[in-house]
Structure formats: structure tokens, C-alpha cells
């Protein structure tokens, strides 16, 4: 036999149970009061009646799937989902392709107020009270950090070179 530790809790699934069938009674009660209600307001109506009823019911809802079923075969082409092809957006980078030809020389000073500025927002990413500053730099310039690995990437090509 196997033996579990686990405690089941009756409370919270006789609660679980309670609310349900307080649910299903008042769903029920709701459905018995529309049935008298519509059986009370029919109570008159003779067999005739009642063939006149389903006669316009059967009309209407064949008229109905007729125009629709014709409508769908017609060559109305308004009405017609377009598709938009999909296009390369014009502002990717190729990261595969060979490295972007910048025109500008970077000087070392430049390159170092960039690396400054790379290990500030690193710092700031690291302490809980610059986080927010960091985020809010991130959200405010969303290219900002991609764009500095560009260039230090492209200086250290540069001094390879």
C-alpha cells in the first residue's frame, strides 16, 4: 500500500464545491423562471398559430443562409481580405554580410569617452538605484547601446587594419 504525506485540505474544496452548487441553484432558478415566463406568454396560441411561428422561422433563417451562401460566390471584390506581401524593412542591419564602411575616423579620445560611457550604463545596470536611471535611458534611446558596440566595433577593425 502506498502511503502519502500530503494533508488534504476539505476546507478549501468543500468551499470550492459550496460555491458551485450555489452557482448551478441560482442558474437553475434563473432557467425556470424564463421557461414560465415564456410558457405564460404562449399559453394562447393555437396549433395554428404555432405553424405560422416556425413557418416565418424557416423562411427567415433560409432567406438568410441563401444571401449569405450567394453573396460568398459573388465576385465582389471589396469584401476580399487583402494580403500585403512581406517586405525587408529598410533600416536592418546585416550582421552576416561584411561590417558597415563609416567614412569618419574615430579619434582615441572619442573612442574613450565611449568606453567610459559603455561602463557607466553598465554600472548603473548593476545598482538597484541606477536601474532606474539605465531603464529609463534604455526606454528613452532604445538603439543607444547597440549603436556604441557599432563603433567599438568598428575601432577595433580599424586598428587591426
Known amino acids: 500500500m502506498k502511503v502519502t504525506f500530503k494533508r488534504k485540505n476539505n476546507a478549501v474544496t468543500a468551499t470550492r464545491d459550496s460555491i458551485w452548487q450555489k452557482f448551478e441553484q441560482?442558474?437553475?432558478?434563473?432557467?425556470?423562471?424564463?421557461?414560465q415566463w415564456l410558457e405564460h406568454k404562449t399559453a394562447h396560441f393555437s396549433r395554428l398559430n404555432w405553424i405560422l411561428v416556425l413557418f416565418t422561422f424557416i423562411v427567415f433563417t433560409g432567406g438568410c443562409s441563401i444571401y449569405?451562401?450567394?453573396?460568398?460566390?459573388?465576385?465582389?471584390?471589396s469584401r476580399n481580405i487583402t494580403i500585403a506581401p512581406i517586405t525587408k524593412p529598410t533600416n536592418d542591419i546585416p550582421l552576416?554580410?561584411?561590417?558597415?564602411?563609416?567614412?569618419?575616423?574615430?579619434?582615441?579620445?572619442?573612442?574613450?569617452?565611449?568606453?567610459?560611457?559603455?561602463?557607466?550604463?553598465?554600472?548603473?545596470?548593476?545598482?538597484?538605484?541606477?536601474?532606474?536611471?539605465?531603464?529609463?535611458?534604455?526606454?528613452?534611446?532604445?538603439?543607444?547601446?547597440?549603436?556604441?558596440?557599432?563603433?567599438?566595433?568598428?575601432?577595433?577593425s580599424h586598428l587591426k587594419n
Open 26 to 35: 441560482a442558474n437553475l432558478r434563473l432557467q425556470h423562471k424564463c421557461a
Open 68 to 77: 449569405l451562401i450567394v453573396n460568398s460566390f459573388s465576385n465582389n471584390k
Open 96 to 156: 552576416k554580410e561584411k561590417p558597415l564602411e563609416l567614412n569618419a575616423i574615430i579619434s582615441k579620445t572619442e573612442f574613450e569617452k565611449i568606453t567610459s560611457f559603455r561602463k557607466y550604463m553598465d554600472s548603473l545596470g548593476r545598482s538597484p538605484i541606477g536601474k532606474k536611471t539605465h531603464d529609463s535611458i534604455v526606454l528613452n534611446r532604445p538603439g543607444l547601446l547597440d549603436s556604441l558596440t557599432i563603433i567599438e566595433n568598428y575601432y577595433y
